[in-house]
């Protein structure tokens, strides 16, 4: 579609998706292919032509504010049409709210981009994960004590702001607690590459090309340069002690 990937962040990428789903207790998930021909069909020919002829849907859910067809011209007045033309219920779900907010995608984005996870995780009814591989990192964790995980994420996947945070890492069905830091790791002057390091406490395996999925649980701090490593390895014994905290009063 043209987009910069600077330009579209995903809260779920399609695995994620398709996990949630799962969760969920959805038996089909039936996922369309966005090409050019799809992407011009109108708002009729997309319900007459997928949901009537090649679905044969009963009823049919949508949002408050939901949108589709060719230039996002389809809204629910011309759905309730269709349902009428088609034999088919529908229903709009009205706008929900939680703490004094609508939830919508971009105030988690925002809520995301400002570090607050906690309250994104709240409007989204779920902690926000990332599902990732760990890839070779340089080590160095290992000299002051900190071994960590390198995740490599969807290119398009939305993260949080960068710092410090108190996470729960899933991996072969086992959680365990860690400590997470997604930033450009001012203290070794890495400002080319933004990095996903995880500590994960009372953890020896070698994972490496494994996926893991780290469930994002409350921010600690923000990221910080210290002018040596023995200062960072300091902090980062406050910021276990924080972390191991937070879980002793939210397992």
């Known amino acids: 579609l043209g987009l910069n990937t600077k330009d579209l962040r995903l809260l779920n990428t399609l695995d994620e998706k ?13 996922v369309m292919e966005f090409t050019k021909e799809f992407a011009n069909l109108t708002s009729y020919d997309f319900v007459k032509q997928i949901l009537h002829e090649k679905l044969d849907i009963s009823f ?17 007045d011309k759905l309730k049409k269709c349902a009428e033309e088609f034999n088919f219920g529908i229903k709009r ?12 995608s971009t105030k988690v984005r925002n809520l995301l981009n400002s570090g607050n996870v ?33 995740i490599n994420v969807d290119e398009f996947k939305a993260l949080p702001k ?11 069905n086992t959680e365990y607690f860690g400590m997470l830091n997604i930033g450009y790791r001012p203290t070794i002057n890495n400002k080319e ?12 395996k070698e994972i490496y090309n494994e996926k893991i999925k780290i469930i994002f649980c409350n921010h600690i701090r923000d990221e910080i340069k210290f002018k040596t490593l023995d200062l960072l390895k300091n902090q980062l014994i406050k910021d276990k002690v924080e972390v191991e905290e937070y879980f002793s009063k939210h397992p």
Do not use: C, M, W
Request: hydrophobic content about 40%.
């Open 18 to 30: 398709i996990e949630l789903f799962k969760n969920k207790g959805i038996d089909h998930l039936i």
């Open 162 to 172: 960068n710092g410090v945070y108190a996470v729960k890492v899933n991996f072969n």
């Open 60 to 76: 049919l859910i949508v949002g408050h504010d939901h949108q589709f067809g060719k230039n996002r011209e389809g809204r629910f």
């Open 118 to 150: 906690q309250l994104a995780n709240n409007l989204l009814g779920y902690n926000y994960f990332i599902i990732g591989k760990v890839v070779v990192g340089d080590k160095i964790g290992r000299t002051i004590n900190f071994p960590t995980a390198n």
């Open 193 to 204: 590459e933004k990095k996903i390091e995880v500590h994960i406490f009372n953890f020896d």
């Open 93 to 104: 779900v009205e706008v929900l709210s939680t703490e004094g907010l609508d939830v919508s």
